[in-house]
């Protein structure tokens, strides 16, 4: 049989076995090039939860998956550089001097991108310092939204109100709000009358907190008593009180709406008057 093959490919063109040699050596790269990124990506996932099973702090898994996402990113790029490198050396063209061009132009360049070089040293310490990670709720100057992608030289950011997706380079970044580190808090102001007995709007603030409490999904997200700070401003037409509950990352909003709602039923039934403007018409007819 072995002499039958050896054979049969003695008996094609030169110019056609090469071909078949090209081909298989092509298949055999692209096979290999998808091996090892499915492998690094199985790998790092494996990896990411291991840990997820033994850190308990939301925001530290949230950098790591971060730092995760960076290095696979990097990895694969080296990869698929030596890919390509190799497809070359299967046509026949010598890469040597397009490396040595490439280190050449790679210097040139290194010199003359002084941004290119400040956004990934910023990228960097933004990544190492841990300021964001991917799914915080930050504010980048005017840009308010969930980062969705971290890479060293930019910040991919989709805003919560059009959807629209920013990339901010990290050299332009001056300031970072991130509402979503360690903790957030739920602020609260309510009017009331200028009739209305203080302590008891107290009391059923504290009431009305206990209420929400009921709820697991809520109870789960508050990770503190409310702070009622008291009494803050006589406005024109009622009193203000204003507090506070403390919450877990990205859960304020959903305790605001949902304590906002509690208030509102708890007010009515205790008749507690939350003044509003009244439009009066005089007819003098």
């Known amino acids: 049989m072995e002499e039958f093959l050896t054979l049969r490919f003695t008996q094609i063109r030169p110019e056609y076995l090469k071909v078949i040699i090209f081909i298989f050596s092509f298949i055999k790269c692209t ?22 099973n033994k850190i308990d702090s939301q925001e530290r898994l949230q ?16 990869i698929f550089t030596v890919y390509i490198i190799s497809i070359l050396f299967l046509i026949g063209i010598d890469v040597r001097p397009i490396l040595a061009t490439a280190g050449v132009l790679g210097v040139a360049i290194g010199f003359g991108s002084k ?18 990670r991917v799914g915080d709720y930050v504010e980048i100057g005017d840009i308010k939204g969930n980062v969705e992608k971290i890479t060293l030289p930019l910040v991919t950011v989709r805003t919560i ?6 990339f901010v380079r990290c050299g332009y970044i001056d300031t ?21 007995d203080v302590e008891h709007v107290f009391n059923v603030i504290k009431k009305s ?29 009622s009193l203000c009180i204003k507090c506070r509950v403390k919450t ?38």
């Not at 950098?63 to 990895?75: P, R």
């Not at 709000?177 to 009331?192: G, K, L, Q």
């Open 161 to 166: 109100d059009t959807g629209a997706l920013c």
């Open 31 to 52: 096979f290999l090039l998808a091996i090892t990124v499915k492998s690094v990506r199985w790998f790092s996932n494996k990896i990411v939860c291991q840990i997820k």
């Open 209 to 237: 907190f206990n209420l929400l409490l009921e709820n697991e999904e809520y109870k789960k997200l508050v990770l503190s008593e409310i702070e009622i700070f008291g009494l803050d401003e006589f406005r024109e037409s």
């Open 115 to 132: 941004k290119l070089v400040e956004d990934v040293i910023s990228g960097l310490i933004i990544l190492l310092e841990g300021q964001i």
């Open 63 to 78: 950098q790591i998956i971060t730092l995760k996402i960076i290095i696979v990113h990097a990895f694969e790029a080296f």
């Open 248 to 285: 877990q990352p990205k859960g304020q909003w959903i305790i605001r709406r949902a304590f906002n709602k509690i208030i509102k039923e708890q007010f009515e039934k205790e008749n507690i008057e939350i003044p509003f403007n009244h439009l009066v018409v005089v007819n003098k007819a």
């Open 176 to 196: 970072i709000v991130n509402h979503t580190m360690h903790y957030s808090y739920s602020f609260f102001a309510f009017d009331v009358a200028y009739d209305s």
